[in-house]
């Protein structure tokens, strides 16, 4: 699978918003890119789950801390109104990949 490029989802979803204010957040953004089934303004399991479908990188090794993590960071920039943070949150995390060795 190829790991989605945020600038695609920015250019689907481009406006989101603050919990409770309209249509979409920037989680549920990639949620409904990736097709992962949510419900409006998706909590952190939700959000850190389609950040693992979207980019396996994060799930290896036990990333599913990190994905955790990078999904609160996404939800509390967004929450606050920084969605050019909540943006860059999510960017860095699909373009995570593995240290080699």
Known sequence: MTVPKC????ARYPKPV???YG???VGQALCMYVGYPTQ??????????ALRQANPNLGAM?????SYERAL???NNNDAGRFSKAWTAL?????????TA
Not at 40 to 49: A, D, E, K, R, V
Not at 91 to 99: G, N
């Open 18 to 20: 603050r919990t409770g």
């Open 62 to 66: 036990g990333g599913r801390r990190d």
């Open 40 to 49: 409006p303004f998706p909590g952190p399991s939700t959000i850190s789950s």
């Open 91 to 99: 960017c860095r995390a699909l373009d995570y990949r593995r240290p």
């Open 23 to 25: 249509d979409y957040c």
């Open 73 to 75: 960071t996404i939800i």
């Open 7 to 10: 600038e695609d989802i920015k």
